[in-house]
């Protein structure tokens, strides 16, 4: 079947630190990948997506490159904000429009 | 352009009463997903929506919870008898196909319901 396994949080950091948080993933077929962020009071929003393996997804000095060969999905950003406080949903979308979501992160950065 | 909405924003609502939530999708998307969140948790998916096809009902908790999909136009989410552990928030998303077959998914801002 298909499932998102995340980085369980909450995860604290300095400003400018450097941040990862993991996904994996189970599939069958050739899922599509996403990083979805959710700010504090707000809906989900699309960060970075990838399509196929070895694409890189990028969007606000976020990445996570597609990796097959390790079924993951990190996310990287190499100094964060405060204003990058928030929930970081990993997702992936199987064959026939299916979504499923990883239980979500919580990031919380400190002056 | 527009993206995808919902009403209301926020539901307050008391314990036995019917409820209806309403998304809007994105003009064009083919597919429209319901999900429920509850307070610090992840994404709880409830039903499914592509095309004409038959949705996909597996998420739904009980069969108190029901939606509805007009063509690939306006859905409604509809929870009978509310319980308080129906409280959290609702979210809509609607996808489209990406270039290569893909699909990508965009939410609404979510309905807040509150049983007391």
């Known amino acids: 079947g298909n499932s998102v396994t995340q980085m369980e949080g909450p995860v604290t950091l300095s400003e400018e630190a450097f941040l990862t948080i993991n996904c994996t993933y189970t599939a069958t077929g050739y899922p599509s990948l996403f990083w979805y962020v959710q700010y504090p009071g707000e809906g989900l929003q699309l960060l970075l997506k990838a399509t196929k393996a070895d694409d890189k997804g990028s969007n606000k000095g976020f990445e996570a490159t597609y990796r097959k060969e390790t079924t993951s999905f990190h996310l990287e950003k190499g100094s964060v904000q405060v204003s990058d406080s928030a929930v970081y949903f990993c997702a992936l979308s199987s064959s026939g429009n299916q979504f499923y979501f990883g239980t979500g992160t919580s990031l919380t950065v400190i002056p | 352009g527009a993206g995808v909405s919902q009403s209301p924003s926020n539901k307050v609502t008391e314990k036995g009463k019917d409820v209806e939530l309403r998304c809007d999708p994105i003009?064009?998307?083919?597919?429209l997903y319901w999900y429920r969140q509850r307070l610090g948790q992840g994404l709880e998916f409830l039903i499914y929506?592509?095309?004409?096809?038959?949705?996909?009902k597996s998420g739904l908790p009980s069969d108190r919870f029901s939606a509805e999909r007009t063509g690939e136009s306006v859905s409604t989410l509809t929870i009978q008898r509310t319980q308080q552990e129906d409280s959290a928030v609702y979210l809509c998303?609607?996808?489209?196909?990406?270039?290569?077959?893909?699909?990508?998914?965009?939410f609404g801002p979510g309905t807040r319901l509150t049983v007391l």
């Open positions: 998303a609607s996808s489209r196909l990406l270039a290569g077959g893909r699909y990508t998914q965009y």
């Open positions: 929506f592509q095309g004409n096809s038959a949705p996909d």
């Open positions: 003009s064009g998307h083919t597919a």
